[in-house]
């Protein structure tokens, strides 16, 4: 989705990552080992920085092995809900390969981690975690620890970039934490009256299943701060920072009203972590303190939207978006 920093899928982006990993999407067979094929230890209790030991000489599966560490006590997990994670990878030589657990550059103490925020499957959907780790999600309970080990080419396949300096014998291991779950409904949206758009902003009509229609007033130049309506009044919970927003969204260009991106366009409600750099600031900056069943619009100027990176096609523009916020994880 065009709301991250980098790319639409990259909703991971801002995570501390020394290599890229992955280069293309890639597909999950069912070939996960037994647990009593780990060779690696990991200490710590869920919900802290695992400590991750390989015994000297091990040698990594040629298949993606599945361990639970400790399992939690909540709902399982299903393919197709959507997961707020934690993470530490490594290759079995030492290599850092990322951790939520490392904190973001110029990022306050006592701060949210930025955490993988996804749908659990067995495509490429971000780039922290393999699809067979993140398949390996499903059947898991929410509150556990589990890890998933194996070679650089059981775990990733094809998509290893060669510029990783991994090579595809090289053990890798993921330790995952399933912070939180839910099942959603995709054609979720706000329901409730909408309230007329304040002087100077935009109409918005989100009727059916489809994209919003947004409507940038004639001859009205952009204003040069950040701008939101709360334009149907939710009864659900404050999104806190930190959450894992799921939401229906639109967006546009104030320029010349052409729709740049939609959830609709994707597949429906998708979810990203809020207040905590995933996405872009002007959505931080206005969806934190909302609630769950708002919509909300927002209107973005270039310095909270994509300013920083002149290299992005939306640098100059200013943004508007609709937002249903149809629930958090």
Same mark, same amino acid.
């Not at 400790?70 to 299903?78: I, Q, T």
């Not at 067995?122 to 975690?129: E, F, I, R």
């Not at 952009?222 to 999104?239: F, N, Y």
């Given at each position: 989705?065009?709301?991250? %920093?980098?790319?639409r ?31 690696v230890k ?6 802290? !920085?695992?400590?991750?030991? *390989?015994?000297?000489?091990?040698k990594?599966?040629d298949?993606?092995?599945t ?6 006590? /909540?709902?399982?997990?299903?393919? @197709?809900?959507?997961?707020? =994670?934690?993470?530490?990878? $490594? ?25 993988? *925020? ?13 699809p ?6 499903? @059947? ?6 589990f890890?998933v ?5 059981? =775990?990733? /396949? ?10 595809? @014998? &090289?053990?890798?291991?993921? *330790?995952? &934490? ?10 979720? !949206? ?24 947004? +409507? ?12 939101? $309506? ?5 009864? @659900? ?5 930190g959450? /894992? =927003? ?13 729709k ?6 994707h597949?429906?409600? +998708? ?8 996405v ?13 069943? &708002? ?7 270039? !310095? ?9 096609? =939306?640098? %100059? ?7 249903d ?5």
């Amino acid at each position: 989705m065009n709301l991250t %920093k980098n790319t639409r899928r990259a909703a991971a982006s801002a995570l501390t990552v020394p290599i890229l990993l992955f280069t293309a999407a890639c597909g999950s067979d069912d070939d996960k080992g037994a647990s009593d094929d780990a060779v690696v230890k990991v200490e710590g209790a869920a919900g802290a !920085k695992p400590k991750i030991t *390989v015994p000297k000489d091990a040698k990594p599966a040629d298949k993606a092995v599945t361990k639970t560490l400790v399992e939690g006590k /909540g709902a399982v997990v299903k393919k @197709g809900d959507l997961v707020r =994670l934690d993470f530490s990878a $490594q290759s079995m030589k030492g290599q850092n390969l990322g951790s939520s657990w490392t904190p973001q550059p110029g990022s306050k103490p006592g701060a949210p981690r930025t955490q993988v *925020v996804s749908e659990v499957t067995d495509q490429m959907t971000q780039q922290m975690l393999p699809p067979k780790v993140m398949s390996a999600v499903a @059947g898991q309970k929410v509150g556990s620890r589990f890890e998933v080990e194996g070679t650089a080419k059981a =775990l990733i /396949g094809e998509g290893l970039n060669p510029q990783s300096g991994i090579k595809p @014998g &090289d053990g890798l291991v993921w *330790v995952v &934490d399933v912070v939180g779950a839910k099942k959603v409904d995709k054609k979720a !949206k706000a329901e409730g009256e909408q309230a007329a758009p304040e002087d100077g902003l935009p109409e918005v009509k989100a009727e059916g299943e489809k994209a919003a229609t947004i +409507t940038v007033p004639k001859g009205e130049k952009a204003p040069s701060g950040l701008k939101e $309506q709360v334009l149907i009044k939710g009864k @659900g919970p404050k999104v806190k920072t930190g959450d /894992g =927003l799921i939401a229906q969204y639109t967006g546009v260009k104030w320029e010349d009203g052409k729709k740049f991106d939609s959830s609709w366009d994707h597949g429906g409600a +998708t979810a990203f972590q809020i207040g905590t750099g995933q996405v872009v600031q002007g959505w931080d900056k206005a969806l934190v303190g909302k609630n769950v069943g &708002d919509r909300v619009e927002i209107v973005i100027p270039p !310095k909270l939207g994509y300013g920083a990176s002149p290299q992005h096609e =939306l640098a %100059k523009n200013t943004l508007v978006f609709s937002v249903d916020i149809v629930g958090t994880v």
